[in-house]
């Protein structure tokens, strides 16, 4: 990937951060909005972590199943992350790799589209008046009548191409030795978030090795889950096959 390739994920960066801040603004903006954004996410991720204890109890997938759940999926606020990449977005290009780039552009447009689709859905909860008390039910019909289906699907795809980028990362030489002297000049600079994303994410892909059946069971098991829930399945969390 060349000058050309980095300067379009910059220009994805600066297009999805101004977003995701913009949305994240909105919901701080009103105290309940953020409390009720905390607590559907905290059930969100209370049901990836039973949809994905096989792998967070894998010594080999454990490291890379709780970045996905806590980095890109999770409740966690990436506010301070956000605001760092802002900050150093004009030298981004000259120091980091375009990999590295395309990592970070991807993971803020899957931040800007999960602060949407949950403020779509808090919005929903409440209307059923769920919110204070979320159910799996409450969440199913929550779920289907935000539709969205399209940025379901967009955002499924977007944490498969995540995957995919930290595995071609983990590929490249050199990168685990710079992200690794990188450490204390980014902590001094005040990148500290940012630099812990990256090296979380390199770090739990180069334990895994391969991540080819570890890609695989997440998109899979998360596509199994949209359809159910867009089905009006019973128990739309079950993944066929598995106890």
């Known amino acids: 990937m060349g000058s050309e390739g980095k300067e379009h994920w910059i220009a994805e960066l600066r297009r999805h951060l101004a977003a995701a801040k913009a949305l994240r603004a909105e919901a701080n903006a009103d105290p309940r909005m953020a409390q009720d954004r905390l607590r559907l996410r905290g059930w969100q991720a209370d049901r990836l972590a039973a949809t994905y204890r096989d792998l967070l109890d894998s010594e080999r997938y454990r490291a890379a199943a709780r970045f996905f759940l806590t980095d890109l999926y999770g409740p966690k606020d990436f506010s301070e992350r956000d605001h760092e990449v802002e900050r150093v977005l004009p030298t981004m290009s000259a120091t980091l790799p375009a990999a590295g780039i395309r990592t970070i552009a991807l993971a803020i ?135």
């Open 109 to 243: 447009e899957v931040d800007a589209l999960s602060e949407e689709l949950d403020a779509a859905m808090v919005a929903e909860l409440r209307r059923a008046r769920a919110m204070a008390k979320i159910t799996g039910k409450a969440y199913a019909e929550a779920y289907r009548r935000c539709g969205r289906r399209d940025h379901r699907e967009l955002q499924l795809r977007l944490i498969g191409e995540i995957g995919e980028a930290l595995a071609a990362l983990v590929r490249k030489p050199l990168v685990h030795a710079a992200l690794r002297l990188m450490r204390g000049p980014a902590k001094l600079a005040g990148l500290a978030e940012l630099h812990a994303f990256l090296e979380d994410g390199y770090n739990a892909f180069h334990t895994m090795g391969d991540s080819t059946e570890f890609l695989a069971a997440i998109t899979t098991r998360e596509a199994i889950v949209l359809q159910q829930l867009f089905d009006g399945a019973a128990r739309p969390f079950d993944i066929p096959g598995e106890d």
